[in-house]
DNA sequence: TACAGTTTGGTACGTTTGTTCCGCTTTGTC
DNA sequence: GACAAAGCGGAACAAACGTACCAAACTGTA
């Protein structure tokens, strides 16, 4: 495959991406792609076998992309060990600031989701795209001190996870400030706190 | 409308919501659901004005119903002031419990979710749906013990909201054991254990 | 029973869809 | 510069689509 082609390639599933986030995926036709890329019908079905293989691959992309973009920014934080509060902030701006630039290609992604209940090739991508998230995590619980890293990632990729979904569907200009670093902040020093489970035994 | 038209509106909207979650909204089609409903095509258009329509209103149908039965689920567990090893336990299985029986509807809600991201109709009684979680979740926190039920609730709702996309993804046969369980666990112990934001200052 | 309103199911229409085909041009290699 | 591979774009196709229509059947009321 030449350079050129390769380009014009991943502009079609940029295309994709986009009609994802701004109208569904029932949007994502060959024609509509086509048109938003700025290229002919046939150059779909040229570079893509099917409509499926289309949203995979541009679902896949989007998923690659977002991993580098994590670890790059979790690497770029961890040398530095930050207090809590800074941990927090970081992590809520970086998250306010992907649904704020790219909203598009966050809903795509948790499309990438729901699509890969269906879809057993997806569903293998899905998992290291996941075990990314859980890495990236552990190791900010670990800097903060949590006793359990690995349980607690679990928690912090999930409810970053939920945090996400509900910014994306609400038109709040102030979610970081009000929602999203209060929880993160909360949650975060409650990890740091280390505070064993003894409440267990109550009742 | 008589009573058979109105049972056969709803068996529509059922159709459509076994398909979103069988076949993604793609496959919703008026002859589709049609069909998935042993109907005939034309009654798709009777009952709703527009494909549209007939997705919104499924997708309404399901959050309505699943607002429902988590309020008779959270009444019915409040009064008894369970431990946090209890309530984590019961959230848990209900949280299995929904994924397990009725896994198209759950993904058809999350979908709503990124449908609400488009459709401002939608949005609104999103609004409604998630504040209901909200309330029952600081209602939970509150029964635990937290010094900021408001606030935790936030922190519970997303996570599981995250944990449930999780698992949705997920094959995984033991999961709610092996993670669902002892994530809430965790997450509710902490919140019981009311440690303030002490780690906050630390850096 | 008669009547208006509702429901039913079959058919039909114009549009959009995924996909194929083919002649033409560009690209890298020898 | 010649040759094969790759890329290109327009036209065309059958299939599936959303939607509209209508005559027959049904339902509740009077």
Redesign the pocket.
Known sequence: ??????R?REELLRATLRLIGAHGADA?????VAAEAG????????YF????QLLQQALLLAAREETERLERLVLSLAPQSLGVAEWAAAVASVVAQSVREDPATQVALFELGLESTRTPALRAELVDWQSAHLRLAEMGCRAVGSDEPALDATIVVAAIAGLMLEQLASDSESFEEDVLRPALERLFARIAAGEPARALQAH
């Open positions: 495959m030449y350079q050129k082609g390769e014009r994502v036709t060959h024609r509509a290229v002919p019908l046939s150059a779909t079905t040229y076998d099917s409509k499926e």
